[in-house]
C-alpha cells in the first residue's frame, strides 16, 4: 500500500489540529484563557469567582474574631466574678450584735407600768437596745 505525501500532509495536520485544540482552548472569541483559568469560562469569571471565595473567608475570619472577642470577654467576666466572690468567702463575717437580756428580776415587756402598778412596786426599764424589761 502506496501512502502519498498529499494524505500523510493531511493526516499531520490534522493531528497538530487536534492537539493543538486541546492543548490551548480557545473561547468563542477567539481569547485563550491566561494564567490560572479555568477551561471554557470567559476570561476573567474565575477571577469574579475567586474574589467572591475570597470575601467569604474573609467575612468569616472576621465573624471568628468576633465570636474569639465574646468568649474572652465572657471568660474575663467570669474570672472576675469568681475573684469577687472569692474575696467575699475568705472576709470575716461581723459578730452578729450582742442580744440583750434582761436584768435578774426583770422579764421583756413592751407594756409599761402603769401608775397604779407603780405604786404597787412595779418598776419598768428601758435597755440601749430598745428592749423593755418590767419587774413586777
Given at each position: 500500500?502506496k501512502?502519498?505525501?498529499?494524505?500523510?500532509?493531511?493526516?499531520?495536520?490534522?493531528?497538530?489540529?487536534?492537539?493543538?485544540c486541546?492543548?490551548?482552548?480557545?473561547?468563542?472569541?477567539?481569547?485563550?484563557?491566561?494564567y490560572?483559568?479555568?477551561?471554557?469560562q470567559?476570561?476573567?469569571?474565575?477571577?469574579?469567582y475567586?474574589e467572591?471565595?475570597?470575601?467569604?473567608?474573609?467575612d468569616?475570619?472576621?465573624?471568628?474574631?468576633?465570636?474569639?472577642?465574646?468568649?474572652?470577654?465572657?471568660?474575663?467576666?467570669?474570672?472576675e466574678?469568681?475573684?469577687?466572690?472569692?474575696?467575699?468567702?475568705?472576709?470575716?463575717?461581723?459578730?452578729?450584735?450582742?442580744r440583750e437580756?434582761?436584768?435578774?428580776?426583770?422579764?421583756?415587756?413592751?407594756q409599761?407600768?402603769?401608775s397604779?402598778?407603780?405604786?404597787?412596786?412595779?418598776?419598768?426599764?428601758?435597755?440601749?437596745g430598745g428592749?423593755?424589761?418590767?419587774?413586777?
Amino acid at each position: 500500500m502506496k501512502i502519498s505525501v498529499f494524505s500523510t500532509v493531511i493526516f499531520t495536520l490534522s493531528l497538530l489540529a487536534l492537539t493543538s485544540c486541546a492543548t490551548f482552548p480557545y473561547d468563542g472569541n477567539g481569547n485563550s484563557p491566561g494564567y490560572g483559568q479555568g477551561y471554557g469560562q470567559p476570561y476573567g469569571q474565575d477571577d469574579y469567582y475567586n474574589e467572591q471565595e475570597r470575601r467569604r473567608l474573609r467575612d468569616e475570619r472576621r465573624e471568628l474574631e468576633r465570636e474569639r472577642d465574646r468568649a474572652e470577654d465572657e471568660r474575663r467576666r467570669l474570672e472576675e466574678e469568681r475573684r469577687r466572690l472569692e474575696e467575699a468567702q475568705s472576709r470575716p463575717t461581723p459578730p452578729p450584735p450582742p442580744r440583750e437580756y434582761c436584768p435578774s428580776g426583770f422579764r421583756p415587756s413592751e407594756q409599761r407600768c402603769s401608775s397604779a402598778e407603780k405604786k404597787r412596786g412595779c418598776r419598768d426599764i428601758r435597755l440601749p437596745g430598745g428592749l423593755g424589761c418590767v419587774s413586777r
